[in-house]
């Protein structure tokens, strides 16, 4: 059973288009967080949940718009596309929140804007 | 944000061991250090992390200096599997795990 998946795999799409990501993870963690890993390979978190609860919101432009329907999802919902914006983008969860407590990733959503 | 910076790239020789080093000269007291890998095509995966004391699992080791401005990971024999990108990050209470440029480890078999 994989711990956090992600849907799609695979994305490319167009410029100006509106995609959503799916993450759920079946570990019982009560935190989940989204990453954006750019061309460079450098990983940056974007958004943190805990308990549905916003406790993270980097510098994200406002078109990035995550939603936690319950404490195993994280969607990240992405208006008008940009170039910009292709990357790989990783789900994470952990058991809380703490300094402590290692996160768990999911394999990925490689997205592409033409 | 603690800032940590590691080598661009080790090589290591297959079932020997390999000293990854780190340096985060300004982590705060109560700042935990986090090691993660990334193999090709994944997800970063966790490796360990510790506080002050030197830690021990089944994947590696982690050895922090006694001021804690440094830490190694060790993996005690390496093998192809272990090629991969690994990070350390400093851990603070932003809870946020910053993620540097990362160490790219090449095993030769």
């Known amino acids: 059973d994989t711990a956090v998946s992600q849907t799609p795999k695979y994305l490319v799409t167009q410029m100006g288009n509106d995609k959503s990501i799916k993450c759920e993870q079946n570990l019982g963690h009560d935190t989940m967080y989204w990453y954006k890993q750019d061309s460079k390979k450098f990983l940056k978190i974007m958004f943190s949940y805990n308990n549905k609860e916003l406790i993270i919101n980097e510098t994200v432009p406002n078109r990035f718009s995550p939603k936690s329907p319950d404490k195993a999802h994280l969607n990240l919902h992405i208006n008008s596309l940009e170039l910009g914006d292709s990357a790989v983008y990783f789900c994470?969860?952990?058991?809380?929140?703490?300094?402590?407590?290692?996160?768990?990733f999911g394999d990925g959503t490689r997205l592409s804007i033409l | 944000d603690a800032k940590t910076t590691q080598p661009n790239s080790m090589e290591s020789n297959e079932e020997e061991p390999v000293h990854l080093p780190c340096n985060h000269s300004?982590?705060?007291?109560?700042?935990?250090i986090h090691w993660y890998r990334q193999l090709p095509s994944q997800g970063p995966e966790y490796v360990i992390h510790g506080l002050t004391s030197n830690v021990n699992n089944r994947m590696a080791s982690l050895a922090i200096a006694e001021d804690r401005k440094s830490s190694t990971l060790i993996l005690h024999r390496a093998t192809l599997r272990d090629a991969a990108v690994y990070y350390c990050t400093v851990m603070d209470s932003s809870y946020k795990l910053i993620f540097g440029s990362g160490t790219r480890l090449l095993v030769r078999p």
């Open positions: 300004t982590i705060s007291g109560t700042d935990y």
């Open positions: 994470a969860s952990s058991q809380g929140q703490g300094i402590n407590q290692p996160q768990h």
